[in-house]
């Protein structure tokens, strides 16, 4: 059995994927930490990387950070269910380990990652999976909130505002579109949306 069948039949046996994506700023982290919080059957799928860790970055918990040779080698080896080259050499993907294990467990999946890996996601899980573009009320917003995030040089904001404009044109590829304006509003609208998708009830083991 090829690892697309076998990933598909723990799928038919277990949960489901609940994946949001949306450009660099428009907060759809707030949100998966969020719906974590309320729902103890979603489980985070804790993507891998090759960019430097940060400092208030966890190994396991928020990536998995590889060096570039790793995730080559993990590219060959295809370990992963999607990935791509956001930046030269700053690599970003999802270990198909990682889905496999959490669906094994009986949880359903909730990915935060960036709009090319949603697009791949929901190709490959298709029904399976809901696919949600989060995004701010207006250009202008976003682009406040990245210049306020003081994490990025000078440089790596310049190449993230870029590819944020370019993303936002990408909406109309998803299922729902949620847009983050009054937290506590895109909150309740985040979770109405997972428990219509995975029939979870709040607080729902």
């Known amino acids: 059995m090829d690892q697309l069948a076998e990933s598909n039949g723990i799928l038919q046996r277990t949960g489901k994927l609940i994946i949001f994506t949306a450009p660099s700023g428009a907060g759809k982290t707030t949100i998966v930490r969020h719906l974590l919080k309320c729902y103890p059957n979603l489980a985070f799928s804790v993507s891998a990387t090759s960019r430097e860790r940060r400092p208030n970055e966890k190994e396991g918990v928020d990536y998995y950070f590889l060096s570039i040779e790793e995730f080559k080698k993990k590219i060959k080896e295809e370990a992963f269910i999607e990935w791509e080259e956001v930046y030269d050499n700053q690599f970003y993907g999802t ?111």
Do not use: C, W
């Open 95 to 205: 270990l198909k380990s990682e889905v496999d294990r959490l669906l094994e467990e009986g949880k359903n999946v909730i990915f935060d990652i960036d709009v090319e890996g949603a697009t791949n996601l929901k190709k490959r899980y298709k029904d399976h999976a809901l696919a949600i573009f989060v995004k701010p009320p207006s250009e202008l917003t976003l682009l406040e909130r990245l210049q306020n995030r003081k994490t990025e040089t000078r440089e790596s904001l310049r190449k993230r505002i870029e590819k944020a404009k370019r993303e936002l044109a990408y909406q109309s590829r998803f299922d729902q579109i949620l847009v983050n304006d009054v937290l506590e509003e895109t909150f309740s609208k985040a979770e109405a949306m997972v428990e219509t998708f995975t029939g979870v009830k709040k607080g729902e083991e």
